[in-house]
């Protein structure tokens, strides 16, 4: 079955960096769009930068120019490197794949999202 993973969380300063990676397993034959979102306490899941699978991508307002997606086919890994951190960037981020798999042993060959377990950004102030 297919899973997709986060990593690199973490408690940063206003004004750092971290890395997000998000790998995908499983019994994959194709990974179409990928895509960040994060949703902070008291409010809606936001979308923040979706990279499709020729590697066009699209970002927020507010993380332009700070956020960089990118991913590598090869690995079915999704990175999002996080520069110029604000308090305001605090969220708990969550990934999103289109994946052509099979979501069970044996299964058909379908074509759906999934969404992984989420990785918490504390940005102190």
């Known amino acids: 079955q297919v899973q997709v993973v986060e990593s690199g969380g973490g408690l940063m300063q206003a004004g750092g960096s971290l890395r997000l990676s998000c790998a995908a397993s499983?019994?994959?034959?194709?990974?179409?769009?990928m895509g960040w979102y994060r949703q902070a306490p008291g409010k809606q899941r936001e979308l923040v930068a979706i990279?499709?699978?020729?590697?066009?991508?699209n970002y927020a307002d507010s993380v332009k120019g700070r956020f960089t997606i990118s991913r590598d086919n090869a690995k079915n890994t999704m990175y999002l490197q996080m520069n110029s951190l604000k308090p305001d960037d605090t969220a708990v981020y969550s990934c999103?794949?289109?994946?052509?798999?099979?979501?069970?042993?044996?299964?058909?060959?379908?074509?759906?999202?999934?969404w992984g377990q989420g990785t918490q950004v504390t940005v102190s102030s």
């Open positions: 999103y794949a289109n994946i052509f798999g099979r979501s069970v042993v044996g299964g058909p060959l379908t074509s759906r999202g999934y």
């Open positions: 990279i499709s699978s020729d590697g066009s991508t």
């Open positions: 499983g019994s994959i034959s194709s990974i179409n769009a």
